[in-house]
């Protein structure tokens, strides 16, 4: 019996090494390609006020509809002033400012202010009983993937963004809004021109 060497390149054809290093090649650019993409979406700016609102469609949880619709896009709502509330269940802070949400929501409902709802890392179940505990009645939505979330820039829950008439952010609370601010804003907005 001779001692035969065998070397790593005899073992494995070539056709086969060149294979695993193509896909491994192609791996390894989807993979920075996405990270890249991540970087520069996470650098994105944050809507600060005086620009554009962040365009999106929603699906609505059944039962908080807006107009009835089981789905909308925020451009669709341009003309009126939308409060735009990022929440959860899991949330202690939203539970601070639900009430005030849901009264002035009825308050300012006829008079061309729009309230939005948007669920934040949560599950349906649970933000259906958290809105059933506060008897939210203003229109609430999933954020599906979190892109609603992410083109906002939302950094935690409660964040609110005042939407004008035009378009524009005008004005963004991170936190639990007053019912100071909540309604000064409102009131402002309402008697800008679109």
Same mark, same amino acid.
């Given at each position: 019996?001779?001692?035969?060497?065998?070397?790593?390149?005899?073992?494995?054809?070539?056709?086969?090494?060149?294979?695993?290093?193509?896909?491994?090649?192609?791996?390894?650019?989807?993979?920075?390609?996405?990270?890249?993409?991540?970087?520069?979406?996470?650098?994105?700016?944050?809507?600060?006020?005086?620009?554009?609102?962040?365009?999106?469609?929603?699906?609505?949880?059944?039962?908080?509809?807006?107009?009835?619709?089981?789905?909308?896009?925020?451009?669709?709502?341009?003309?009126?002033? $939308? #409060?735009?509330?990022?929440?959860?269940?899991?949330?202690?802070?939203?539970? $601070?400012?639900?009430?005030?949400?849901?009264?002035?929501?009825?308050?300012?409902?006829?008079?061309? #202010? #729009?309230?939005?709802?948007?669920?934040?890392?949560?599950?349906?179940?649970?933000?259906?009983?958290?809105?059933?505990?506060?008897?939210?009645?203003?229109?609430?939505?999933?954020?599906?993937?979190?892109?609603?979330?992410?083109?906002?820039?939302?950094?935690?829950?409660?964040?609110?963004?005042?939407?004008?008439?035009?378009?524009? #952010?005008?004005?963004? $609370?991170?936190?639990?809004?007053?019912?100071?601010?909540?309604?000064?804003?409102?009131?402002?907005?309402?008697?800008?021109?679109?």
């Amino acid at each position: 019996m001779t001692d035969a060497t065998i070397t790593p390149a005899e073992t494995i054809p070539a056709r086969r090494v060149n294979r695993w290093a193509i896909l491994a090649g192609a791996a390894t650019l989807f993979i920075l390609g996405f990270l890249g993409w991540g970087l520069l979406n996470t650098n994105a700016p944050r809507p600060e006020p005086g620009s554009p609102a962040p365009g999106f469609e929603v699906q609505f949880f059944n039962g908080y509809e807006w107009e009835s619709r089981p789905a909308a896009a925020l451009e669709e709502m341009k003309g009126q002033v $939308v #409060v735009l509330n990022f929440w959860a269940s899991w949330c202690i802070e939203c539970r $601070v400012e639900a009430d005030l949400l849901e009264n002035t929501w009825r308050a300012y409902e006829d008079q061309g #202010v #729009v309230f939005l709802g948007v669920a934040y890392i949560d599950v349906e179940p649970q933000s259906i009983a958290y809105m059933e505990e506060f008897n939210i009645t203003y229109p609430n939505a999933p954020d599906l993937r979190s892109h609603i979330s992410q083109d906002y820039k939302v950094t935690g829950v409660p964040e609110t963004f005042f939407i004008g008439k035009d378009g524009l #952010v005008k004005d963004i $609370v991170i936190g639990p809004v007053s019912a100071q601010r909540l309604t000064s804003t409102i009131e402002r907005l309402l008697a800008e021109d679109a």
